[in-house]
């Protein structure tokens, strides 16, 4: 599908039937198959033949579903997880052990931010924070002689700012490591991270890509460049045998294409198993076939609450890539010329307060920990999905405690603004 237009591939990607089988995806709703022989099984477990034994490690359903987002990205193998947290996890943690380094953009989701900062941290791997504005010469400083990966969003949630991925990717390259960015808020429709540079790409499937609230899961991509046997000293795991599984070399037997994602499965997903369900799996590639249709009212919406809460006399500021006066605009005009997402963040001139009577008087915005739905929704990162962070933490993350995000579905805009003007006109 590689020659065929993004709307294509969202609509008929990743999925082939033959002649007299399913037109839709089907739900392999099973957790064992069955085989006629030991040896049959046997080459399974060797990796010597392609096939299902378990669905904690791998299932049909999901391997369709991850083929295709594996073809509107542009990579050359991907997989799903049962969370974007377990994706972003299972990326970093792949090619990271105890005693290793990452360097990561500040700005990026909280939960993210926490994984990194926090948990990760007690495994060992330890994690320096650049601002996503950092120059060449402070993301340069920021590398030490164990660094594995560099991480960031494309754009970040909620903060909204654009990771220059060609910047980070020069850096991340000229140290000897890969580049992962999560795509979660553009999806492929709107910006294909691996076109300017990165190695590998996560998403929250959970959002855009589902987009209806129904399903959690999370997926990565490897774009397949990466020379990881360029690297070997850095990427045991990659490069050298492993002994939990029959001693195969991963950069070796299945080359830069699929050393990745195999390791992933068969190392990661085997001992963590934190596998999408079938049927969730099902409601994505359901959510995948109308992205290219959604994606675009979405930044419609997205651009017309910006502009209506730029010129409101009580909100202090609007953070929105595609206002021309966003500090991010020209890097949003470089990687996501057709518009970047629906999500709008922006801080009421009252303060906490004022937030409260905007949250409380919405009507069409639920209070939700959601983002990126067909329904709009909205929330103060501060006292939900940042709230372990401290008021410095908040403020480099770029999420300070007055913020609002806002998600705007694919209701009627003028619906949408007068429900936000009217919860506007409630603030005193």
Known sequence: MSDY????????GGYTPGNGEPRQIPIVQSTTFRYATSEDMGKLFDLEASGYFYT??????????AAKITEMEGG????????????????????????DHIVASSSIYGGT???????????GIAATFVSPDASEEELNAAFQENTKVVFGETIANPALTVLDIEKFAKVAHAHGVPLIVDNTFPTPVNCRPFEWGADI???????????HGAAVGGAIIDSGRFDWMAHAEKYPGLCTPDESYHGITYAEKFGKEGAFITKCTSQLMRDLGSIQAPQNAYLLNLGLESLHVRMPKHVENGQAVAEF???HPKVAYVNYPGLPTDKYYELAQKYMPNGGCGVVSFGLKGGREAASVFMRELKLGAIETHVADARTCCLNPATSTHRQMNDEQLREAGVPAEL?????????????????ANALDAIE
């Open 113 to 123: 931010f926490n994984l990194i900062s926090v948990t990760m941290a007690k495994m």
């Open 56 to 65: 904690r490690l791998q299932n049909p359903t999901n391997d369709y579903v």
């Open 201 to 211: 790409v996560t998403h929250s499937t959970t959002k855009y890509m589902d987009g």
């Open 309 to 311: 809460l730029y010129n």
């Open 76 to 99: 050359t193998a991907g997989m799903l997880t049962s969370s974007g947290q377990a994706a972003n996890f299972f990326a970093l943690f792949n090619i990271c052990e105890s005693g």
């Open 5 to 12: 237009k993004i709307g294509t591939r969202c609509v008929q």
């Open 404 to 420: 609002i995000r806002i998600s705007l579905g694919i209701e009627d805009k003028e619906d949408l603004i007068a429900d936000i």
